[in-house]
């Protein structure tokens, strides 16, 4: 059965700062992972995906993330902070029967002036 | 595109009563799928439907049912709505090996 753990409810950094969302998983299966974000009182809205190849994935919003392997790891990470990222953001996992999603607990990003 | 609609946006039910949520997509996807949202508990699967006609339940079914007449919408019902069932619920539907798409989100608070 697949899982997702994401490290930390909530992360607070201040404006121009690394953002760092930590996500592992687990899979029987060769994985397809993605992260999400959420503004207040909206639907979840797709930031990156790894399906195969670079494992290196780019995302909107100068949000990047890699998957390791060894480490079953998938981090997100944002090089600056801007204020506009405040939001939660979700992990999840793709499992094989019906393209269906396992979501980690989600992350609070606070960003500090 | 519109994407993913939903139908309505708020909704407060007394203990007992039944209501449907609709949602529709016009990017003419296979899956569709019915999600609630609790603090501190992330998104979990309430059914899913793989194509017009089939559904399955997923992590927490109980207590609500679904259909999926047309290929783009995927209806949840309550037939007796009680407090535990006071939540945010999400659509989203998707291709195979793609990503899911999200709706807006229904708020539903039944007293």
């Known amino acids: 059965a697949q899982s997702v753990t994401q490290l930390g409810s909530h992360v607070s950094v201040s404006e121009g700062a690394l953002v760092l969302l930590r996500c592992n998983y687990s899979?029987?299966?060769?994985?397809?992972l993605f992260w999400y974000v959420q503004y207040p009182n909206q639907g979840l809205q797709l930031l990156l995906k790894y399906t195969t190849g670079a494992t290196l994935v780019k995302g909107i919003n100068g949000f990047e993330a890699e998957f390791k392997k060894s480490e079953t790891s998938f981090h997100l990470t944002k090089p600056s902070a801007h204020m506009s990222d405040a939001a939660e953001y979700f992990c999840a996992v793709r499992t094989n029967a019906g393209n269906m999603l396992t979501f980690g607990g989600g992350t609070r990003l606070m960003v500090k002036p | 595109n519109a994407g993913v609609t939903q139908t309505p946006k708020f909704r407060v039910l007394k203990t007992g009563q039944s209501m449907t949520l609709l949602c529709a997509q016009d990017?003419?996807?296979?899956?569709m799928y019915w999600y609630r949202q609790d603090p501190g508990m992330g998104l979990r699967l309430i059914h899913y439907?793989?194509?017009?006609?089939?559904?399955a339940k997923g992590e927490v079914p109980d207590g609500y049912n679904v259909s999926r007449l047309k290929k783009q919408n995927f209806l949840l019902g309550l037939e007796s709505a009680a407090p535990s069932q006071t939540s945010v619920y999400f659509c989203a539907s998707s291709y195979s090996g793609r990503g899911q798409y999200f709706g807006p989100g229904t708020r539903l608070t039944v007293t």
């Open positions: 899979s029987s299966v060769p994985p397809y």
């Open positions: 990017m003419n996807h296979e899956y």
């Open positions: 439907s793989v194509g017009e006609g089939t559904t």
